[in-house]
């Protein structure tokens, strides 16, 4: 089985940036998907951003261009880099790993096989 810790998040004015880390470890495997989730305060879970295929990137319409996800292979470490944070982005983040099949499963979180605990970002006005 795979694990995965979230690390990075905290407290930050709006405008400001943070980089999230979920590091992964057990029966780690390159062919997994690494998807960013996040859920506020009232709300569902959310697709943020996914990696697959190697390097292809996917993005939410609400997060894209703000947000950039990527990887380090050798550290089987996957980063969410989060640029001109706004209140709304106010959330617990996770990490998942999984492996859709499908186009559209990427951004479905029941696709996701592994999660991690999360880590809470708060974005102040």
């Known amino acids: 089985q795979m694990q995965l810790a979230e690390s990075g998040g905290g407290l930050v004015q709006a405008g400001g940036s943070l980089r999230l880390s979920c590091a992964a470890s057990g029966r780690t495997s390159s062919n997994y998907a690494m998807g960013w989730f996040r859920q506020a305060p009232g709300k569902e879970r959310e697709f943020v951003a996914v990696m697959y295929n190697g390097a292809n990137t996917y993005y939410a319409d609400s997060v894209k261009v703000r947000f950039t996800i990527s990887r380090d292979n050798a550290k089987n470490t996957v980063y969410l880099q989060m640029n001109s944070l706004k209140p709304d982005d106010t959330a617990v983040y996770y990490c998942?790993?999984?492996?859709?099949?499908?186009?559209?499963?990427?951004?479905?979180?029941?696709?996701?096989?592994?999660w991690g605990q999360g880590t809470q970002v708060t974005v102040s006005s």
């Open positions: 998942a790993a999984g492996r859709p099949v499908y186009r559209n499963d990427y951004v479905r979180e029941n696709k996701y096989n592994y």
